[in-house]
């Protein structure tokens, strides 16, 4: 089966700039997760969707980052505007319907470098 | 929130040394998966524990689930230079759906 897509794979920008990041996920996976990982860290939720619905969106900056998934298949991340602070890999990840126990499908992620 | 902490943060070993490291939540967690992260990749799933108590072996890695369901741990035995990369595991709380990820363990072997 395909992987996770995700696309750029690499984004620098200047701080205060905005910059998006796309994601499609497994074919069928229901639940499409996006997250932050800073360089020496473990990844950090921002948003997680069930088809179209967030599921949790807690540890989500809402004043700058903001997310959609339409039609419950491919999803966008945005950041307006950017800091320094935000750079980092995002990376998203795609499970099965249904199964509480799903393990995650990561995406190859997107390098944001803010300058 | 819920916090998963895992120890070490870094190791180095010499090629065909042992390699454990530990993860725990601080609340009860309805399942723990373990991934590995190579330099410059992404993570990727190497297995999940359900039950109190699980033990799961995969040649020459065995994974933990502690009784209380809130601790879990990775050895390797005789480690390889293939071994090399970050370690995290990832719990789900009882109640939810979110999956949290531990800081990692980055593992370096010399050969």
């Known amino acids: 089966e395909a992987g996770v897509a995700q696309s750029p794979r690499y984004k620098i920008i200047e701080k205060r700039q905005s910059v998006a990041f796309w994601c499609n996920p497994i074919?069928?996976?229901?639940?499409l997760y996006w997250y932050q990982q800073i360089l020496g860290q473990g990844p950090k939720l921002l948003i997680q969707f069930q088809n179209n619905g967030v599921v949790d969106d807690s540890q989500l900056p809402k004043d700058r980052f903001s997310a959609e998934r339409l039609k419950g298949v491919d999803s966008t991340l945005k950041i307006q505007p950017a800091k320094l602070e935000d750079s980092a890999v995002y990376l998203c990840?795609?499970?099965?319907?249904?199964?509480?126990?799903?393990?995650?499908?990561f995406g190859n992620g997107t390098r944001l470098t803010v300058t | 929130g819920q916090q998963v902490m895992q120890i070490p943060q870094y190791q180095h070993v010499q090629e065909g040394e042992d390699f454990t490291t530990y993860c725990n939540s601080s609340t009860t967690l309805s399942n723990i998966q373990w991934y590995k992260q190579r330099p410059g990749g992404h993570p990727v799933f190497l297995i999940q524990?359900?039950?109190?108590?699980e033990v799961k072996k995969q040649k020459r890695l065995t994974f933990q689930f502690g009784e209380a369901k809130k601790n879990s741990s990775l050895h390797i035995t005789a480690t390889q230079t293939t071994d090399v990369g970050t370690y995290f595991c990832a719990g789900r709380e009882t109640s939810y759906d979110k999956v949290i990820f531990g800081p990692g363990t980055s593992l370096s072997v010399i050969p």
């Open positions: 074919s069928g996976h229901a639940t």
């Open positions: 990840a795609s499970s099965p319907p249904g199964l509480y126990n799903s393990p995650l499908h």
């Open positions: 524990l359900v039950k109190s108590g």
